[in-house]
């Protein structure tokens, strides 16, 4: 490890404690100027590190840089993240991700990026990825599992994105079936999932869970269509979160709920946030326009919706699609 890395792990890991020049020079085992030269390298690379005369240097609280030794700084895993990679622009970090589990990337392998040129939700919508702005990472799992449990990683990541979410926040979200977090009424965070099918076309070869957040403010980035029904964590709270933090947050979750997916212990978390639930929704269901209430998420994390004659459906994640609270007309 050179003095740069060194120090930026020196500097994530004192919890955003001043640190003496002398101090880290001692530490690190080089001079207070190679410790200086550094501190510049890291500031013009986006590390923002704040320096003040009688007290030495420390990573801002605000700093806005992803990066993978912060985000490992934070993290608490055993196997999920452990293999990291983070880059400043990729096209997808869900292709990404498939094309490292296609070529043997072992369970729990990440792929975090600063934006996405070609972000993807489900059906081929486009996933917005403005740059400083969000989370947009990709986790690669190979559990042990038929092709039906991928609805069930969605599921349970979106529970694990929640408990982050409000870790971090104080401010409880909700989860709206299947795949959304909202925050004050409007979309924060999408999750995709994505399976690839064994040889013998029954289990999972590897599933790639995708999970985009919006954490610093959107105001801008998104257009006038988008804004009505997406907006971020700091437009939302006013809190301006380490998106590094809330990383770590959201993998240390997603591992203990994605340990065991056969447990669904996490589905009362899901169902204590969902908000369609107790509501008349509307949704189309293959063509078919689609009405009647929602009344709760059964054990397979299906919809329950009762229909106007009184018949009760289970909608399967698959099945149904632009999923929404229907709106009375006064
Ligand atoms: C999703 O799809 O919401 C799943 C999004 C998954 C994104 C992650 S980011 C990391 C990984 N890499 C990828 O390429 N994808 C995953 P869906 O339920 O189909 O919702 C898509 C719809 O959400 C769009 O049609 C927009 O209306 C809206 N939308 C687009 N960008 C958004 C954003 N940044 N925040 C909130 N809503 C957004």
């Not at 059906?123 to 986790?139: C, E, K, N, Q, W």
């Not at 909700?174 to 979309?187: E, F, T």
């Not at 064994?198 to 919006?214: F, H, P, T």
Request: with cysteine; glycine share 10%.
């Amino acid at each position: 490890m050179n003095v740069k890395e060194s120090l930026l792990n020196t500097l994530a890991a004192s919890g955003g404690e001043y640190i003496s020049g002398a101090a880290l020079a001692e530490k690190l085992g080089v001079s207070r100027n190679a410790v200086w030269k550094a501190v510049k390298a890291l500031q013009t690379e986006g590390y923002t590190i704040e320096s003040v005369t009688s007290k030495g240097y420390r990573l801002a609280m605000n700093n806005n840089r992803l990066s993978e030794k912060l985000i490992t700084a934070h993290l608490n895993t055993k196997l999920l993240g452990r293999q990291l990679k983070v880059f400043d622009e990729i096209n997808s970090t869900n292709t990404a991700a498939k094309e490292l589990a296609s070529g043997g990337a072992p369970h729990g392998t990440a792929v975090v990026a600063d934006t996405q040129t070609m972000g993807r939700g489900r059906l081929g919508r486009t996933f917005v990825s403005p740059a400083g702005t969000g989370i947009y990472l990709s986790v690669i799992l190979h559990p042990d599992l038929e092709l039906e449990a991928t609805s069930m990683m969605t599921i349970a990541a979106s529970v694990a994105v929640a408990e982050a979410i409000e870790e971090l926040t104080g401010v409880p979200v909700q989860i709206k079936w299947v795949n959304d977090i909202y925050l004050g009424g409007k979309k924060i965070c999408g999750i995709l999932t994505e399976a690839s099918l064994g040889l013998e076309m029954k289990s999972l070869d590897y599933a790639v869970i995708g999970i985009g957040v919006n954490v610093r403010s959107v105001r801008g980035e998104f257009d006038s269509e988008l804004i009505q029904t997406a907006t971020s964590i700091e437009d939302e709270t006013g809190l301006v979160i380490d998106r590094n933090a809330l990383c770590a947050a959201i993998l240390d979750r997603l591992e203990v709920y994605t340990d065991d997916l056969r447990d669904r212990s996490f589905l009362k978390g899901y169902r204590r946030r969902e908000l369609l639930t107790g509501n008349d929704i509307t949704a189309m269901v293959g063509s078919q326009p689609f009405t009647g209430k929602a009344t709760g998420i059964d054990g397979n994390g299906n919809l329950i919706v009762e229909l106007p004659d009184g018949s009760v459906k289970h909608l399967g994640s698959g099945e149904a699609n632009l999923c929404r609270i229907k709106k009375h007309l006064p």
